[in-house]
């Protein structure tokens, strides 16, 4: 059984490896990490009110409205990660975040 020491060496390799596998992630996003928080805030709010039509449609509504430059890197990087619409973005694709 691994003493205290050891413990703690493991405890910091483990917290090391989740920095780094966060960083590379962060690195990853087509657009900074707030920008997806607004988009996830304002998909929580919107679908609140509507129901999802089965498409990116209120998050398209939300890049164009905030003149997000690069909508289509930030939309194909949706659907790569689970978001084939607006409902399965907050359901699926938010809990890639740790905020």
């Keep these: 059984m691994p003493d205290k020491d050891e413990k703690e060496r493991r405890k910091k390799i483990m917290e090391e490896l989740a920095k780094n596998a966060n960083k590379e992630f962060e690195q990853s ?3 900074g990490p707030e920008i997806f ?11 609140g009110k509507y129901d999802c039509d089965s498409r990116l449609t209120l998050t398209r509504k939300f890049l164009t409205n905030n003149k997000i430059p690069n909508a289509d890197d930030i939309l194909n990087w949706l659907l790569d990660n689970g978001g084939g ?7 699926n694709v938010e809990d890639l975040f740790e905020y």
Aim: aromatic content about 4%; proline content about 5%; charged content about 30%.
């Design 37 to 47: 928080k607004s988009l996830f805030d304002h998909l929580d709010n919107e679908l």
């Design 85 to 91: 619409c607006d409902c399965e973005v907050l359901a």
């Design 29 to 31: 996003l087509p657009a």
